[in-house]
């Protein structure tokens, strides 16, 4: 059985469908960097402003369900096409903003343009490059993942010393803009339009569930888990989401098929992969956090220090997708989540307020290293087991757990943060604001770590799978 698609050129059209994706990813945390700037520009609190992050993934965690419904009722080209045109708007809105309603707008806007173009860049990859020549490609796109997220403070942060925040998103257009007229005319067809029915019911239950997790994870950094605008919506998530899984086994054309989960590598894939996101997007917002308020270093220099971690991972990421067919996904996660679970360790460790700047940037590399060679093999590993026909399903299911691990990721953070800064006051007042804030940040990692041991518990029962069909 022929395991892809023939298309005319698949290597420009998983290009095509990396930079927009990459676009996206980087758009995600670009603004952690320019965090301090908007709070100063609109007068907000930082609760407040995480919203500009947290929000973005809330659209992402919303909307990445709905493209296993979108790639069986729109042309791929078509999607494409929209995809662009949605996120250009996006840009434009936050790019002009007056104040932070309307940048949070352009925000939401623009996510709805990622939400597509991340699942559709998934499935389409699995659906165009033939068993053997997967790892590589693969190995890209874990790529695209973490270095979209990762490398968007280091690029801001030079954006910023350069003009002004507006400019992130000026660039950004730019790039849309070029995708759109360079990129998009070359799109081939790769889905089944079966234009299936849309289940109405399913559609809600996923928005209130997944919308109404990320919220209230969201609102505790703001308030206390008694409040009820942290426990209402988190217990409202939660049921809607059980509701919408037993649906989805009892619809004989359900929305996303659950049934993915029934392949026992997939799961634990899965699994590995959300452990993975919530780290990159934790990390992603507490460094630049730590390097700029802690150590008083400029938004440039903050990045810069960023930079060796994010070229590691770079070098490493291509290395480990041509390797893995020989080495597999066991050995590369359980390698990856050791270096992981040790750089946690050390951060827990050594962050103060008068850390050499030296031992941040080290051990960051060290954690990057550690991604690389989960992300991927992670990934790959658990879509081989998928038969082909489930791949759109099993792409869908697996992007929204990951985005929704990546607001947690990113709302967790801010929470433990502020949390260590309370406890820090309560204990030796607020007289010392700089070693109040590094205490803030060293405790935000105690969650990192353990997700980590997660992650490298889970790592003992990978079996390396091969491809069902």
Same mark, same amino acid.
């Given at each position: 059985?022929?395991?892809?698609?023939?298309?005319?050129?698949?290597?420009?059209m998983?290009?095509?469908?990396?930079?927009?994706?990459?676009?996206g990813?980087f758009?995600e945390?670009?603004?952690?960097?320019?965090m301090?700037?908007?709070m100063?520009?609109?007068?907000v609190?930082?609760?407040?402003?995480q919203?500009?992050?947290?929000?973005?993934l809330?659209?992402?965690?919303i909307?990445?369900?709905?493209?296993?419904?979108l790639?069986?009722?729109?042309?791929?080209?078509?999607?494409?096409?929209?995809?662009l045109?949605?996120?250009?708007?996006?840009?434009?809105?936050? *790019?002009?903003s007056?104040?932070?309603?309307?940048?949070?707008a352009?925000?939401?806007?623009?996510?709805?343009?990622?939400?597509?173009?991340?699942?559709l860049?998934?499935?389409?990859?699995?659906?165009?490059?033939?068993?053997?020549?997967?790892g590589?490609?693969?190995?890209?796109?874990g790529?695209?993942?973490?270095?979209?997220?990762?490398?968007?403070?280091?690029?801001?942060g030079?954006i910023i010393?350069?003009?002004?925040?507006?400019?992130?998103?000026?660039?950004?257009i730019?790039?849309?803009?070029l995708?759109?007229?360079?990129?998009?005319?070359?799109?081939?067809?790769?889905?089944?339009?079966?234009?299936?029915?849309?289940?109405?019911?399913?559609l809600?239950?996923?928005?209130?569930?997944?919308?109404?997790?990320?919220y209230?994870?969201?609102t505790?950094?703001?308030r206390?888990?008694?409040d009820?605008?942290?426990?209402v919506p988190?217990?409202?998530?939660?049921?809607?989401?059980?509701?919408f899984?037993?649906?989805?086994?009892?619809?004989?054309e359900?929305?996303?098929?659950?049934?993915?989960?029934?392949?026992?590598?997939?799961t634990?894939g899965?699994v590995?992969?959300?452990?993975?996101?919530?780290?990159?997007?934790s990390v992603?917002i507490?460094?630049p956090?730590?390097?700029k308020?802690?150590l008083?270093?400029?938004?440039?220099?903050?990045g810069?220090l960023?930079?060796?971690a994010?070229?590691l991972n770079?070098?490493?990421?291509?290395?480990?997708?041509?390797?893995?067919?020989?080495?597999?996904a066991?050995?590369?996660?359980?390698?990856g989540?050791?270096?992981?679970?040790v *750089?946690?360790?050390?951060m827990?460790?050594?962050?103060?307020?008068?850390?050499?700047?030296?031992q941040v940037?080290?051990?960051l590399?060290?954690?990057?290293?550690?991604?690389?060679?989960?992300?991927?093999?992670?990934q790959?590993?658990?879509?081989?087991q998928?038969?082909?026909q489930?791949?759109?399903?099993?792409s869908?299911?697996?992007?929204?757990?990951?985005?929704v691990?990546?607001?947690?990721?990113?709302?967790?953070a801010?929470?433990?943060?502020?949390?260590?800064?309370?406890?820090?006051? *309560?204990e030796?007042?607020?007289?010392?604001?700089?070693?109040?804030?590094?205490?803030?940040?060293?405790? *935000?990692f105690?969650?990192v770590?353990?997700?980590?041991?997660?992650?490298?518990?889970?790592?003992?029962?990978?079996?390396?799978?091969r491809?069902?069909?």
């Amino acid at each position: 059985m022929q395991s892809h698609l023939q298309v005319k050129s698949p290597k420009w059209m998983a290009a095509v469908l990396m930079f927009g994706s990459f676009i996206g990813l980087f758009g995600e945390t670009a603004l952690n960097m320019a965090m301090t700037d908007v709070m100063t520009d609109f007068t907000v609190s930082p609760g407040t402003a995480q919203w500009l992050t947290t929000g973005y993934l809330l659209v992402l965690a919303i909307l990445v369900p709905l493209s296993a419904y979108l790639v069986r009722w729109f042309t791929t080209h078509q999607l494409i096409v929209g995809a662009l045109v949605i996120s250009l708007i996006g840009g434009l809105l936050a *790019a002009i903003s007056p104040n932070f309603a309307v940048l949070l707008a352009g925000r939401l806007i623009q996510a709805i343009g990622t939400g597509i173009f991340l699942p559709l860049m998934f499935s389409a990859v699995l659906m165009i490059f033939p068993m053997e020549k997967r790892g590589p490609v693969m190995g890209i796109v874990g790529l695209v993942l973490t270095a979209g997220p990762a490398l968007g403070p280091t690029i801001a942060g030079l954006i910023i010393s350069a003009s002004s925040w507006h400019y992130i998103f000026w660039i950004m257009i730019v790039l849309y803009v070029l995708l759109l007229i360079v990129g998009a005319p070359k799109m081939e067809n790769v889905s089944a339009i079966t234009k299936p029915r849309i289940d109405i019911v399913s559609l809600l239950l996923s928005t209130i569930g997944f919308g109404g997790f990320v919220y209230a994870l969201a609102t505790l950094a703001e308030r206390p888990f008694s409040d009820p605008l942290v426990w209402v919506p988190l217990i409202v998530g939660i049921v809607a989401l059980v509701l919408f899984a037993v649906r989805q086994f009892k619809m004989p054309e359900p929305m996303i098929n659950l049934h993915v989960f029934k392949y026992p590598m997939f799961t634990l894939g899965t699994v590995l992969m959300v452990a993975t996101l919530f780290m990159i997007l934790s990390v992603a917002i507490l460094i630049p956090l730590y390097l700029k308020s802690v150590l008083a270093y400029t938004a440039i220099a903050a990045g810069l220090l960023m930079l060796p971690a994010n070229i590691l991972n770079i070098i490493m990421s291509p290395l480990v997708g041509s390797n893995f067919d020989k080495i597999g996904a066991r050995v590369f996660t359980r390698i990856g989540f050791t270096l992981i679970t040790v *750089a946690s360790i050390l951060m827990l460790l050594i962050l103060s307020s008068t850390t050499p700047v030296w031992q941040v940037a080290g051990t960051l590399c060290i954690f990057f290293v550690g991604v690389s060679m989960t992300i991927m093999p992670s990934q790959t590993n658990a879509m081989n087991q998928l038969p082909p026909q489930l791949y759109a399903d099993g792409s869908a299911a697996m992007n929204t757990l990951t985005q929704v691990a990546g607001a947690a990721g990113t709302a967790v953070a801010i929470t433990m943060f502020t949390a260590g800064q309370d406890s820090y006051a *309560a204990e030796h007042g607020a007289g010392q604001p700089l070693d109040m804030l590094a205490y803030g940040i060293q405790h *935000a990692f105690i969650v990192v770590l353990v997700v980590a041991i997660i992650g490298l518990i889970g790592s003992i029962f990978i079996k390396n799978s091969r491809p069902s069909h």
